[in-house]
Each structure stands twice: as C-alpha cells, then as structure tokens.
C-alpha cells in the first residue's frame, strides 16, 4: 500500500501556454523529487533496461536524431539531450505531434529535482471537457512508478499496474490526482467551476467510475479493462486507441463506439537509453 496523500503531494503541477509556429499550445509542467541521486535518477529514465522495470520496454535508434518507440504506446524523435541534466523528444501518436522535455536537478537537501514538461495543441472543446489533468494524470503515474522503483515502498511493479488501477487505493490515487490539477487549472486562470467539471470528467474516465453531469463523456464499458491497464496516458490525441479499435471500429467524431472521446490516447514517457 501506498500513501496516497504524500504522493500527491509530492508532485507541484503548472498549467499554461506557449505561443508556436503553429500556434498557441497547452504546456503542462510536473515536478517530483526523487530520494537518489541525479545520475541514478537520469540512467533511470534513459536506460533501456531500467525503464521496465518501472514503466515500458523502449526500443529504436536511442540517439540524438534517432526515432525510439515505447511498446504499445508512441514513439517520436529524440531530439536533444544533455547528459544527466536533460533531454527531450518528440512524442507522436496517432499522426499528433507534441513535444516532452526532463530536466534534472539537484536538490537543496539531496536527491534529485525531475521537471517533466510536455507541451502540446488541444483543440479548445477538448481542453474545455478534460482539462489539464487528461494528460497530467498520465505523468503522474508514470512519476508514480519511477518513486517506486527507486525506493518509494509500496508502489506496484509494472506487472501489478492492472490490479492495482482497479482497486480502491489505485481509485483514490487518481481521483485526488485530478483534484490536485484542477487547482493548478484555476491557479492559471481557470474558471473554478468549469474546472471542476472538466476534472471530474477527467477522473471519472481514469476510474472507469460515471461522472456525476449526464453530459460528459462516459467511460468504456465493453473495452474497461483494456483502458484501466495503467492509471495513465490515455488523452491528448485525436484517435481511437488499438484496445478500442479491436472491438469497435474508429470513426471521425466526438466518441469512438466504446464511448471513449475521440482524443484519448494513452501518453507515455519517452524514456530510452539517449547517448549524446
């Protein structure tokens, strides 16, 4: 068992923007401390042998100008990487394109300052509806299983994530996480009851649990335990994901047919073995 309360705690959450080439885009920014130090915690994130161990196998061309691909999830281009201080990728799914970057820090009192940026275009219907925590919640359970793996007790292996985004804790896990982000929304100048909304829809999406307003989206019933294997990375993109398309065909509007919005896509850190 975890502390849910400490490791929701544990993470600050931003919400802003950024003005493109191609337009404004959401930024969404997570920082974590991690007790180990900033060497460990960067061969971590980029070691392909390390990464399942807390996440997913990663593989391709694990260099600067190299495409990698995380298992069932995205790939993109590595595009940049300052060992162990940061490194950052494209992140594409679904033919989406945004960007993720790592920063890595010292701590004041020991251990590891993570800052973990992804900055993306989401049409305003869909930020409107799910609001930040569709992805932030993502990275959050990715942030999770890193705590874990370097130390953090309780924290489910990889091979318990399905059992564990179903039960109560895992629940509870994701429901405080989405309450976390709507605060950061309305920090950054959200409207406090459209935020609420957006996060309970958010919350109710990772839990499989019916949001309380009829008009939001309603969760997967015939495909809900291929959407809950990982209480992450499920929004962002504009298709329907490979769980769904099996038992229902993807088709261009709002909902796919297992009643999932057509934007949701499982994120997932880039994380691969990047020698520069």
Known sequence: ???????????????????????????????????APVDDV??????????PRWFAPVTGDLRVGGRYQVQGNAGGLIERCDPPRSFAATWEFGGDVSTIEVRLDPAPAGGTVLT??????????????????????GWEGA????????????????????????????RAFMVRSAEAWCDAHVVAGADPQAARASAARTAAFYTGVEPADEGAEAPCTEHADAHRLRPCFRLWNR????????GAPRVRRDRCRCGLPRSHRRLAMPANRVPC
Not at 116 to 137: I, K, Q, S, Y
């Open 1 to 35: 068992m975890i502390d849910v309360k400490e490791h929701i705690s544990a993470v600050r959450r931003e919400v802003g923007t950024r003005t493109l080439a191609a337009g404004e885009a959401r930024v969404v920014t997570l920082t974590r401390t991690f007790d």
């Open 42 to 51: 960067f061969d971590a994130c980029t070691n392909s042998e390390r990464i």
């Open 116 to 137: 973990l940026e992804h900055v993306g275009h989401v049409d305003d219907e869909f930020w409107d509806r799910f609001g930040p925590g569709a992805v932030g919640l």
């Open 143 to 170: 942030l999770l299983g890193l705590a874990g793996y370097l130390g953090s007790p309780g924290v489910p292996k990889p091979a318990d994530s399905e059992a564990w985004a179903v039960s109560d804790e895992g």
């Open 239 to 246: 298709q329907c994901r490979p769980s769904c398309r099996r």
